[in-house]
């Protein structure tokens, strides 16, 4: 069975920043970077409880790209199989960027 997944607002405009600043360096560069957060979104889908808990109360994980130093966090409620995409941050980011968000 599918998980659902939801993606926060602020998410597509972190992807956004990023892909921007990507593509400033190097033509074609942003646009790789979207396909790639796509992708974990899609294999969240399939299984998101693959990766480790990362939180001490809430279900929040993180996954990475393959090749970007980004983590896609997300908490995942297991009662409804559903996945909430809470930040696209990159990884020298401290984890206050995320969690002050509402």
Do not use: C
């Not at 979104?41 to 399939?46: K, R, V």
């Not at 994980?61 to 009662?79: G, L, N, Q, S, T």
């Amino acid at each position: 069975m599918k998980w659902r997944v939801f993606i926060r607002p602020q998410v597509e405009q972190d992807m956004a920043a990023a892909a921007a600043w990507y593509e400033e360096r190097q033509p074609g560069l942003g646009l790789e970077f979207v396909e790639e957060v796509i992708a974990v979104w899609d294999a969240l889908e399939s299984n998101p409880l693959l990766n480790s808990r990362r939180h001490p109360t809430r279900n929040i994980r993180w996954k990475y790209p393959k090749r970007f130093p980004y983590r896609i966090i997300f908490e995942v409620d297991e009662a409804v199989q559903t996945v909430i995409v809470l930040a696209v941050l990159h990884a020298a980011r401290h984890d206050s960027r995320w969690q002050n968000r509402h």
